[in-house]
């Protein structure tokens, strides 16, 4: 029973340090662009929110798009580049609702797109493998 509990700790302290990693370059990016916050955890709470916005939406963007390519509807080229426009704009727009509602947090729109855009091309290779 312990060491059950003793491997969630680790395999969750594990986690939460590749989420901090994984967020460092886009925060960086963010605060050169002109993004603020008061403080690490409103920073946090801000991209978690994000992603529970958004996660329905990019589930069904990364299915839409997988069975377009599946059936061979229009062209895989054409499938990379309608998948990405769709992902800024999803990005965007929910890292911008989310910056509206949150005072603690103040962003420009270049930086939300910059950072939208790097997701973009990071959740690219999601569509492309089999």
């Known amino acids: 029973m312990i060491n ?65 390519i599946r059936y061979e509807m229009i062209n895989i080229k054409i499938c990379k580049v309608l998948y990405i426009i769709f992902w800024i704009t999803l990005s965007f727009f929910a890292m911008s609702i989310v910056d509206y509602f949150m005072d603690s947090i103040k962003s420009t729109g270049v930086d939300i797109l910059v950072v939208s855009i790097i997701y973009s091309f990071l959740a690219l290779k999601d569509i492309t493998e089999k």
Request: with cysteine; aromatic share 16%.
């Open 4 to 68: 059950k509990i003793g491997l969630h700790i680790i395999s969750m302290s594990i986690l939460g340090l590749i989420f901090c990693l994984i967020m460092i370059i886009p925060i960086y990016i963010m605060v050169i662009l002109g993004f603020t916050y008061e403080s690490l955890f409103k920073l946090i709470q801000f991209f978690i929110i994000v992603e529970l916005i958004s996660f329905p939406f990019e589930i069904f963007l990364k299915n839409m798009i997988k069975n377009v």
